[in-house]
Protein backbone atom coordinates (compact mmCIF):
# COMPACT_ATOMS: atom_id res chain seq x y z
CA UNK A 1 0.00 0.00 0.00
CA UNK A 2 2.73 2.58 0.77
CA UNK A 3 6.09 1.89 -1.36
CA UNK A 4 9.44 4.23 0.43
CA UNK A 5 12.08 4.65 -1.66
CA UNK A 6 14.72 7.13 -2.27
CA UNK A 7 17.42 5.94 0.64
CA UNK A 8 21.40 5.58 -0.64
CA UNK A 9 24.35 6.44 0.57
CA UNK A 10 25.53 10.13 1.10
CA UNK A 11 28.33 12.26 2.73
CA UNK A 12 27.66 14.61 5.66
CA UNK A 13 26.56 17.87 4.29
CA UNK A 14 24.41 16.03 1.43
CA UNK A 15 20.78 15.72 0.54
CA UNK A 16 18.45 13.73 -0.25
CA UNK A 17 14.59 12.98 -1.07
CA UNK A 18 12.72 10.29 0.12
CA UNK A 19 9.30 9.19 -1.79
CA UNK A 20 6.21 7.33 -0.35
CA UNK A 21 3.73 6.20 -3.11
CA UNK A 22 0.76 5.02 -2.04
CA UNK A 23 -1.27 2.51 -3.86
CA UNK A 24 -4.40 -0.24 -3.78
CA UNK A 25 -6.82 1.16 -1.31
CA UNK A 26 -4.99 4.22 0.10
CA UNK A 27 -5.49 5.72 -3.20
CA UNK A 28 -9.28 7.24 -2.92
CA UNK A 29 -8.20 8.65 0.41
CA UNK A 30 -5.01 9.92 -0.05
CA UNK A 31 -5.57 13.22 0.25
CA UNK A 32 -7.80 12.90 3.53
CA UNK A 33 -4.48 11.60 5.55
CA UNK A 34 -1.84 12.40 8.00
CA UNK A 35 1.83 11.17 6.76
CA UNK A 36 4.78 11.05 8.94
CA UNK A 37 8.20 10.15 8.50
CA UNK A 38 10.01 7.75 11.34
CA UNK A 39 13.96 6.70 11.23
CA UNK A 40 14.79 3.77 13.61
CA UNK A 41 18.72 3.28 14.00
CA UNK A 42 20.22 0.22 14.30
CA UNK A 43 19.99 -0.87 18.35
CA UNK A 44 17.39 2.19 18.77
CA UNK A 45 13.60 2.44 18.76
CA UNK A 46 11.99 3.83 16.13
CA UNK A 47 11.27 7.70 16.51
CA UNK A 48 8.89 10.60 14.59
CA UNK A 49 10.63 12.98 12.76
CA UNK A 50 8.56 14.71 10.49
CA UNK A 51 4.54 15.15 10.34
CA UNK A 52 2.26 16.55 7.98
CA UNK A 53 -1.06 16.70 9.10
CA UNK A 54 -4.62 16.71 6.73
CA UNK A 55 -4.96 19.96 7.38
CA UNK A 56 -1.08 20.77 6.03
CA UNK A 57 0.56 21.45 8.93
CA UNK A 58 4.00 20.17 9.68
CA UNK A 59 5.98 19.33 12.40
CA UNK A 60 9.25 18.49 12.80
CA UNK A 61 11.47 16.57 15.69
CA UNK A 62 14.28 19.11 17.44
CA UNK A 63 16.62 17.17 15.26
CA UNK A 64 15.82 17.69 12.31
CA UNK A 65 14.06 20.86 12.40
CA UNK A 66 15.40 23.09 9.47
CA UNK A 67 16.92 20.43 7.44
CA UNK A 68 13.92 18.39 7.35
CA UNK A 69 10.88 19.27 5.16
CA UNK A 70 7.79 16.81 4.60
CA UNK A 71 5.15 17.41 1.58
CA UNK A 72 3.09 15.21 -0.79
CA UNK A 73 1.47 15.79 -4.25
CA UNK A 74 -1.99 14.59 -4.14
CA UNK A 75 -1.99 13.85 -7.54
CA UNK A 76 1.09 11.95 -7.45
CA UNK A 77 -0.16 9.83 -4.22
CA UNK A 78 3.05 10.67 -2.80
CA UNK A 79 4.48 12.04 0.06
CA UNK A 80 8.32 13.18 0.44
CA UNK A 81 10.77 13.62 3.15
CA UNK A 82 13.42 16.30 1.43
CA UNK A 83 16.71 15.97 3.71
CA UNK A 84 19.64 18.75 3.62
CA UNK A 85 22.46 19.07 5.56
CA UNK A 86 22.86 15.63 6.27
CA UNK A 87 24.79 14.10 9.57
CA UNK A 88 26.38 10.43 9.84
CA UNK A 89 23.71 10.83 12.92
CA UNK A 90 20.69 10.72 10.46
CA UNK A 91 21.68 7.15 9.19
CA UNK A 92 18.45 4.96 9.73
CA UNK A 93 16.11 3.48 8.10
CA UNK A 94 13.33 5.49 7.25
CA UNK A 95 9.38 4.51 7.27
CA UNK A 96 6.63 6.16 6.27
CA UNK A 97 3.43 5.93 7.50
CA UNK A 98 -0.16 7.53 6.89
CA UNK A 99 -3.10 7.55 9.14
CA UNK A 100 -6.47 7.69 7.16
CA UNK A 101 -9.44 8.27 8.63
CA UNK A 102 -9.25 4.81 11.47
CA UNK A 103 -6.51 2.88 9.04
CA UNK A 104 -3.03 2.88 9.73
CA UNK A 105 -0.74 2.15 6.84
CA UNK A 106 3.40 1.78 7.23
CA UNK A 107 5.37 1.18 4.60
CA UNK A 108 8.87 -0.67 4.17
CA UNK A 109 11.90 1.03 5.57
CA UNK A 110 14.65 3.00 3.00
CA UNK A 111 18.29 2.86 4.09
CA UNK A 112 19.78 6.15 4.31
CA UNK A 113 23.58 6.13 5.17
CA UNK A 114 25.75 9.31 6.05
CA UNK A 115 29.19 8.46 5.86
CA UNK A 116 31.62 11.43 8.01
Known amino acids: QLQASGGGLVQAGGSLTLSCKASGTILSVFSSGAWEWYRQATGKQRELVAK???????MYDDAVKGRFTISKVNAKRTVYLQMNSLKPEDTAVYYCRGLIYSSDYWGRGTLVTVSS
Open 52 to 58: LTSAGST
